[in-house]
């Protein structure tokens, strides 16, 4: 399971050194600051298309390396 593990990262990381666009952008949501004023009220306003982190993945990334909202860690 490990030596498979191994084999689809080093794979993964193959497909992303082909990429040459950005990888991250700013979110669209939250307009990069993390959080949503009209929203504190619900779990402190963080936005929940970036998860508090202000960037989520390109389109043009998440189209090379066949990545599915269900997916992505956050």
Known sequence: L???EKIEKAE????????????????????GKGVLA?????DMGVCYGCRGKGKVFSA????????????LPY
């Open 60 to 71: 043009a990334y998440k189209r090379h390396m066949n990545i599915i909202e269900d997916d």
């Open 12 to 31: 993964n990381d193959a497909l992303e050194a082909t990429f040459t666009g950005k990888k991250f952008v700013t979110c669209r949501r939250c307009k």
């Open 38 to 42: 009209c929203y504190e009220h619900v």
């Open 2 to 4: 490990i030596a498979k």
